[in-house]
């Protein structure tokens, strides 16, 4: 029999597994959109795509967490996701038409569902009160994915063509499972059979309601623009007309920005100015951003711009994750987490979704200021809502 890993190296594990599981999910995200508008040659469609990744979550992740907490096991979720990512990259690579694009990007979405698993799986290496610490860490090896991820993404589109991306994300995939599989289960001593009481209960408690609908509202514009349409905006030449490879540098120093604000936000931002300071800041500088993006000019321009508003981005979301399960039983976080996400993936799919038509109805520049107005929508309700400090019950 094989000898248990000590706590602190299955942390170091599962923080490693967890990064390539993004990796695989991200490496071709810079080029998915221009690659199914080559395709296709339509914005309608390149919403689809986009989008069905956010619709298949919307529809898994939260009975994903009631699954996990009913079977009080973790790690067999956490598993399959490795085995749906690597089936996603492979149906992508060898799509033949728009449709089956859709179907393997929506198989991504499932897989992207067993987020609510990993992260419930993390934070139970750690004590209650240390919840946002864990979500720092494990949301700041979210960020170093999608960075890494999209700068090599593009790299390895302008070396070796549109498809290759998509294989690097298959052989991530496998390489992440073979760090998670020698983690110990972190299976409840006591699974929870939910009845549609003890449902209406949790998904009722007013702060996990607040931060969902936040967070899907700003799911609702990053998703319509940052990893929507933004891509497309800045490699069109009847607009910024960058190459692949710009694109993903662009990107990459997003995602950096985003994640150095992320691993800020728990431990030094927060405490000082408060939760609703904090989100406050962070989407009032992403509409700013938003709204004045599609009257930018250049890509040295428009590189600042955007990197300047990834530092407010990334403030918002682990705070806003670690306040959905906090105060949450042990054995029913994953279901709080699981409606948490579910809820916030309404805007990944809404986003792009709508956009697609709104960029088909009124032009890819009305996309920006729409979302510009989500992200105000979150400010206020923000502002309105949240808890001042941490401090508060559920």
């Known amino acids: 029999m094989s000898k248990k890993l000590s ?6 594990f599962f923080l490693i597994g967890t990064t390539f599981f993004w990796l695989s999910l991200y490496i071709y995200l810079p080029i998915l959109s221009p690659y199914v508008k080559h395709l296709t040659g ?9 989008g069905s990744y956010g619709f298949a979550q919307l529809l898994f992740r939260f009975p994903v967490g009631i699954w996990s907490d009913n079977k009080g096991k973790r790690k067999p ?10 089936v996603s990259c492979i149906g992508m690579a060898l799509s033949p038409n728009a449709w089956f694009l859709i179907l393997s990007r929506w198989t991504s979405g499932i897989a992207a569902s067993m987020w609510v ?6 934070s139970s290496y750690f004590r209650e009160d240390q919840t946002a610490r864990a979500m720092s860490q494990i949301t700041f090896c979210i960020g170093i994915a999608q960075m890494l991820g999209t700068y090599s993404g593009g790299k390895i589109a302008d070396a070796y063509g549109w498809l290759m991306p998509f294989y690097a994300g298959a052989g991530l995939a496998v390489l992440g499972a073979l760090f998670m599989l020698p983690i110990s289960d972190q299976a409840s001593e ?8 003890k449902l209406l209960a949790l998904v009722s408690r007013r702060r996990l309601l607040a931060v969902s609908i936040i967070t899907a509202l700003s799911q609702f514009a990053v998703f319509a623009t940052t990893f929507g349409f933004l891509p497309i905006y800045i490699t069109d030449s009847a607009y910024i007309g960058a190459s692949e490879s710009q694109l993903g540098t662009l990107m990459a120093a997003m995602l950096l920005c985003q994640t150095i604000s992320m691993r800020l936000t728990g431990s030094f931002v927060a405490p000082r100015i408060g939760y609703r300071a904090t989100v406050g800041i962070a989407y009032t500088a992403m509409a700013v951003v938003s709204i004045i993006t599609p009257y930018i000019p250049s890509f040295r321009l428009l590189f600042l711009v955007q ?3 990834a530092l407010g981005r990334g403030l918002a979301y682990p705070l806003l994750m670690g306040l959905a399960i906090q105060g949450i039983p042990k054995e029913e976080k994953a279901t709080a987490m699981g409606f948490f996400q579910a809820v916030y993936a309404i805007g990944m ?7 697609g038509f709104i960029g088909r109805a009124f032009g890819l520049r009305f996309v920006f200021i729409y979302s ?7 400010t206020i309700l923000g502002v309105l809502i949240l808890p001042k400090r941490k401090n508060v019950d559920g």
């Open 117 to 122: 698993v990993f992260s419930v799986f993390y």
């Open 77 to 86: 979720f956490v598993i399959s996701g490795f085995a749906l990512a690597l």
């Open 307 to 309: 990197v300047l508003g």
């Open 42 to 50: 339509s914005l309608a469609l390149v919403g689809t795509v986009v």
């Open 190 to 197: 006591n699974p929870v059979a939910f009845s549609w009481h």
């Open 349 to 355: 799919f809404g986003g792009p979704f709508s956009a």
């Open 7 to 12: 706590l602190g190296v299955e942390r170091k």
């Open 372 to 378: 510009g107005i989500v992200y105000i929508i979150a």
